[in-house]
C-alpha cells in the first residue's frame, strides 16, 4: 500500500486544492507503477502553520 505524504503552508491549500493533488498525486503513482496500484495509493495532505515549520534552524515565521 503506498503511501504519499504532503505537508505545505496551510495557507496554501483549501477545499478545492486538497482533492485536485489527491487525483493528481495518485495519477503519478499510477503513471510511475501500474494501474492495479490506484485503488492501494492513500494520499494525506496536511497543512502546517509557517509558524510550525522551519529550514536550517530558522523558524519561517
Known amino acids: 500500500m503506498p503511501l504519499i505524504e504532503v505537508k505545505v ?3 496554501r491549500i483549501n477545499d478545492e ?11 503519478a503513482m499510477v503513471e ?3 494501474e492495479e496500484i490506484r485503488p492501494l495509493t492513500h494520499v494525506i495532505v496536511e497543512g502546517v502553520p509557517a509558524r510550525q515549520w522551519g ?3 530558522e523558524p519561517h515565521a
Open 32 to 34: 510511475c507503477t501500474s
Open 9 to 11: 503552508y496551510d495557507t
Open 55 to 57: 529550514t536550517g534552524g
Open 17 to 27: 486544492t486538497v482533492p485536485k493533488l489527491i487525483e493528481k498525486l495518485t495519477d
